[in-house]
């Protein structure tokens, strides 16, 4: 069946980059997604790319796609400690369905 | 523009109780989402509404969970009887059909059956 995996945990100092990776399996995924997850909140959409793009930016978020290894990757430029949280990664899949990664935990190191 | 609320946002119940969970999407938005989070997880889609039409209930363990949104508004989530293995966050999402793509998240309902 369709899965989404990502590394688990992340840990960077304040001001550098952060890069979180994520790979899918559905080679039909319409949209990929990256959904951030604040303690005690529920998910708040950061960005999405269409499945025929290959990147997207967005101030300090860029999302890279390369569609023939099924790899996704977020890179928050000048992390800021407000940028701790969990980072997920989904998939659009070829029959409608949303699956969900289980989450890269983000630290950011003051 | 108020979010999507869910209630309540914890419940502890003992095992082979009942249990509801509450969830107002943003006004407007037809599609409604329960998701269910386990813990060090990514929430599981249980059922996807359009309107007041489930379209998508294939993952909702139906021998014990049930849902409803009458009017296709807001929706109530039910499990009867619940068992240890259904602590969980509970969420609640909505989309509307000009936003497709993104769904907005309540803050969900921690549940804890002891």
């Known amino acids: 069946g369709e899965d989404v995996e990502q590394s688990l945990f992340l840990s960077v100092r304040e001001g550098d980059s952060s890069v979180i990776n994520c790979t899918y399996t559905?080679?039909?995924?319409?949209?990929l997604y990256w959904y951030k997850q604040e303690p005690g909140a529920g998910l708040q959409l950061l960005t999405y790319?269409?499945?025929?793009?290959d990147m997207k930016q967005d101030q300090r978020l860029t999302v890279l796609l390369n569609k023939k290894d099924k790899h996704l990757s977020l890179r928050i430029a000048d992390t800021q400690t407000g940028d701790s949280a969990i980072y997920f990664c989904?998939?659009?899949?070829?029959?409608?369905?949303?699956?969900f990664g289980p989450g890269t935990s983000l630290s950011v190191i003051p | 523009e108020a979010g999507v609320v869910q209630s309540p946002r914890y419940k502890i119940i003992e095992k082979k109780q009942p249990v509801a969970f509450w969830c107002n999407p943003i006004s407007g938005h037809n599609t409604l989402y329960w998701y269910r989070q386990n813990l060090g997880q990514g929430p599981e889609l249980l059922i996807r509404?359009?309107?007041?039409?489930?379209?998508?209930d294939s993952q909702l363990p139906k021998d014990r969970f049930s849902a409803e949104r009458l009017k296709g508004v807001d929706s109530t989530l039910k499990i009867q009887p619940a068992e240890l293995g259904d602590s969980a966050v509970y969420l609640c999402?909505?989309?509307?059909?000009?936003?497709?793509?993104?769904?907005?998240f309540g803050p969900g309902t921690r549940l804890t059956v002891l």
């Open positions: 559905d080679s039909s995924s319409t949209y």
């Open positions: 790319i269409f499945s025929n793009m």
């Open positions: 989904a998939e659009r899949t070829s029959y409608d369905k949303v699956i």
């Open positions: 999402a909505s989309s509307h059909p000009d936003s497709y793509n993104e769904q907005f």
């Open positions: 509404y359009e309107n007041e039409e489930a379209v998508d």
